[in-house]
């Protein structure tokens, strides 16, 4: 289900475009530009909360066409994602270029869509924090935003802050200081056992209290390493037992561990099977052996 975030999509490719497109739609409101020129008016009339751009284009580049709209009070306030080669990364782009995350073409598309959804999922917290109530708790459902959607989300945004999970009898005491799990409680379990408890849910609700606090430190692994963990241990659990994997969101066996694929192809765009990379291949649904089909985009 697609939330209020704005996506400026940009690229003079448009098949990468369309395909892209159709990737994030479901994620965001997605508007789509095939230069910087027509990137920059659309902006200025409807200013984004994310661009995903592409590096190399005809006239404006893409780094030229963020600091456009970055010297622009208006259109100031976005994260910004820039699509480019390996060596315009390394030689041309740098941390001073201020892109929230760099997509190395070619990439993989689901890749490229689970990179972008963690920045999404930030943005749209973010948004919900600002619009909090008066008493500055933010809450929500997790059919919208599931635990380690969530989790991902207030690491990125080095969050301090209760969260408090529910799903019908059950709950869950989660609490952050500048992004990382330092405490958690669920039922009788403390630390990573209670985190390890919730990961699968994706039904129920969260409540994040941004002036929750605790002195306790119950937990020995970071964030990553809860999630890492505890796909791991679901995963490892349901094999023991000879059963199917239960559900568990698409992104949640991948999240974790950003994929690296290999760029293999010189074409424009070529259809590829890759196995999903994850933390946790069948917590996914899914045979560790089992190949899906993937796209690989380049300029």
């Known amino acids: 289900m697609a939330n209020d975030v704005k ?4 690229d003079d490719n448009p098949m990468v475009l369309g395909m892209l497109h159709q990737a994030l739609a479901p994620l965001a409101q997605v508007a789509t530009a095939t230069d910087s020129a027509d990137a920059l008016l659309k902006a200025v009339d409807n200013p984004p909360d ?12 893409g780094r030229q066409l963020v600091e456009k709209l970055k010297s622009r009070p208006a259109t100031a306030n976005f994260s910004t994602v820039l699509m480019a080669s390996k060596a315009d ?24 869509t689970r990179r972008i959804k963690r920045l999404i999922d930030r943005i749209a917290l973010e948004k919900m924090a600002k619009t909090a109530p008066s008493d500055g708790v933010v809450r929500g459902s997790l059919a919208q935003m599931n ?12 969050k301090s802050c209760q969260l408090s999970l529910s799903n019908e009898n059950e709950k869950c005491e989660v609490f952050f200081a500048e992004g990382q799990v330092k405490h958690a409680t669920y039922g009788d379990l403390v630390g990573d056992a209670a985190v390890f408890k919730v990961l699968r849910w994706t039904g129920g609700n969260f409540q994040l209290d941004f002036e929750g606090k605790t002195d306790k430190e119950t937990t020995q692994l970071n964030t ?25 969101p698409e992104t949640a066996a991948t999240a974790a561990t950003p994929a690296a694929a290999p760029p293999v192809t010189q074409t424009a765009t070529q259809t590829a099977t890759q196995t999903a990379p994850s933390a946790a291949p069948a917590a996914a649904g899914r045979s560790g052996h089992e190949e899906e089909e993937d796209v690989l985009l380049d300029n």
């Open 89 to 112: 990364i390394a030689e041309k782009l740098s941390p001073q270029d201020a892109a929230d995350d760099y997509l190395e073409k070619p990439f993989f598309l689901k890749d490229a």
């Open 147 to 158: 635990v380690i959607d969530l989790m991902q989300s207030l690491e990125m945004g080095r």
């Open 7 to 10: 996506l400026l999509l940009v």
């Open 224 to 248: 990553q390493g809860l999630l890492m963990e505890g796909l791991r241990l679901l995963d490892e659990s349901q094999r023991d037992s000879g059963g199917e994997a239960e559900a568990v």
């Open 50 to 61: 994310l661009l995903v751009c592409d590096y190399r284009m005809p006239g404006m580049d």
